[in-house]
């Protein structure tokens, strides 16, 4: 209840300047000026139900009305940007005087300019659920040097950041389960972040989880979001319960014939104690001769593995920034905004991830379901 009364008081003074931008600096008055105070008002608290929707408000009545405000602070996001960049333009203008104060016209651009903003942010945030809706395939080939011959064309499902929970239920859950069973993967790995809220209000979202399969297993991690209701010890044995084989700073062997490779797993870079993550402890008393795959929430975390051998390491948490122009921000946070990329010795690949955390939005960052297929270098 702290985290939501802050972020309303925050949102309120957002969401009070706004209005001056709205209203006041352009002069409306009558019915347009309280219609337009009214939206700005349900539309606040529309965002508090959904900030606290899957941890303090129930799903079951929360979720509708809380995926409106999600999508709202989605469009607030544009708008804000917008009515900066109008306030910067008015103010130059009053500065060099072109048009004079006293100029009507001036008023009229004014009122032009925010009106275009006003569309556009809501259009952008419109076009943005429509893109998050469903997850692509984004197939990917990825050249190991070190890979045993037997593992080339080994298929990884890697799914991620799915933050089921506030805006989304039950029913992308099984979209996601459906989407991944189709391509018939040999290994499925989940990246972390797969809610946001609490095992006992969301948990039951994660049942379609139990309908993967596939011939080298099920295997999952921990992300940064299953600690944020102090959830994440329990989330991790739910997921055990859904025939999830959850990796906590483990190491199993994956046997195709005689072929061997170790995969590895770790607790989130940021996870509260007892579960910090221990890269050295989840490669202790293996083969360093042997071809190691790492799957760890967070892209930083490769920085690490490069130092302890690991070949290839398996990501999510970027989102590749989800809606433009956040993505130029991830850099100052990872090493890795999407895609293929190395660190050290290391391949490491970052998924956009299949779901979106807060606004149900994405812009300029579509959702995925990544297929990798294990391959040797051409030589």
């Known amino acids: 209840m702290i985290r939501i009364a802050v972020f309303g008081v925050f949102l309120a ?14 002069g409306l008055t009558g019915r347009p000026a309280h219609t337009a105070g009214a939206t700005l008002i349900t539309a606040w608290v529309l965002a508090l139900v959904g900030i606290g929707a899957g941890e303090v408000f129930d ?10 405000g999600w999508v709202w602070l989605a469009a607030l996001l544009y708008l804000v940007l917008g009515l900066l960049v109008v306030a910067a333009g008015s103010g130059i203008a009053r500065l060099t005087g072109h048009p004079q104060p006293t100029d009507p016209s001036r008023r009229t651009v004014l009122r032009g300019a925010t009106a275009a903003v006003t569309l556009a942010a809501v259009g952008a945030a419109g076009y943005g659920v429509t893109e998050a809706h469903t997850p692509r395939i984004r ?34 859950t099984r979209r996601v389960v459906d989407l991944v069973t189709a391509q018939q993967p040999d290994l499925i790995l989940l990246g972390g972040d797969l809610v946001d809220g609490t095992v006992t209000k969301v948990g039951p979202d994660l049942a379609p989880l139990a309908d993967l399969h596939a011939p080298l297993g099920v295997f999952g991690v921990s992300g940064n979001h299953e600690f944020y209701a102090g959830d994440g010890g329990r989330w991790l044995d739910l997921w055990d319960t859904l025939g999830i084989r959850t990796l906590r700073n483990e ?16 607790h989130d870079r940021t996870s509260p104690a007892p579960y910090e993550p221990d890269l050295p402890a989840a490669l202790t008393g293996r083969d360093p001769d042997r071809f190691v795959l790492l799957l760890a929430h967070q892209p930083k975390q490769a920085i690490e593995a490069s130092e302890l051998g690991v070949d290839l390491q398996l990501s999510g948490h970027t989102h590749g920034g989800q809606m433009w ?24 690949y970052t998924s956009y991830g299949a779901g979106a955390w807060g606004p149900p939005v994405r812009v300029g960052a579509p959702p995925e379901i990544t297929i990798i297929e294990t391959i040797r270098p051409s030589r």
């Open 13 to 26: 003074l957002v969401t009070w300047w706004v209005h001056r931008r709205l209203v006041r600096a352009t």
């Open 251 to 266: 190491r199993v062997e994956i046997r195709r014939d005689d072929a061997v490779i170790d995969l590895a797993g770790i």
């Open 59 to 68: 799903p079951t009545w929360a979720r509708i009305p809380g995926f409106v």
């Open 325 to 348: 122009p956040l993505r130029y921000l991830v850099p100052l946070q990872q090493p890795s905004v999407t895609g293929l990329d190395r660190i050290g010795d290391t391949v490491l």
């Open 139 to 172: 197939h990917v080939r990825i050249p190991l040097d070190r890979l045993p011959d037997r593992f080339t064309g080994t298929r990884i499902a890697l799914v991620t950041d799915l933050h089921v929970g506030p805006a989304r239920g039950i029913g992308f």
